[in-house]
């Protein structure tokens, strides 16, 4: 076993992730919802129907991309997880 100190990293990636991906998702929303309510205003609807549409799109949207959001940082999680553990075998098995 070493005598030196267990290395500590900090990234700070990791805590911009979330922010990263809010505003991917803003924007995506955005400019999905605001295409649908371009495309039904265009269809000469009604301002109920085109209200109707832009919510529903919005509510739509936003858990869409909830749920795609959750699995893609669930899986980002579980890699970086899985790359520590190793590197942490990897050191164990090191001699100096």
């Known amino acids: 076993m070493s005598r030196l100190p267990p290395l500590t990293e900090r990234h700070a990636v990791e805590k911009l992730g979330w922010l990263?991906?809010?505003?991917?998702?803003a924007n995506d929303g955005t400019l999905s919802?605001?295409?649908?309510?371009?495309?039904?205003?265009?269809?000469?609807?009604?301002?109920?129907?085109?209200?109707?549409?832009?919510l529903s799109a919005l509510v739509a949207g936003a858990l869409s991309m909830a749920a795609g959001e959750y699995v893609s940082?669930?899986?980002q999680a579980d890699s970086e997880h899985a790359d520590?553990?190793?590197?942490?075998?990897?050191l164990r098995l090191r001699t100096y």
Do not use: F, M, P, Y
């Open 33 to 54: 919802t605001g295409s649908l309510i371009v495309g039904v205003a265009s269809a000469h609807a009604t301002h109920t129907s085109i209200l109707v549409a832009g």
């Open 20 to 25: 990263r991906a809010a505003v991917l998702g």
């Open 73 to 75: 940082v669930s899986s």
């Open 84 to 90: 520590i553990a190793r590197e942490k075998h990897e």
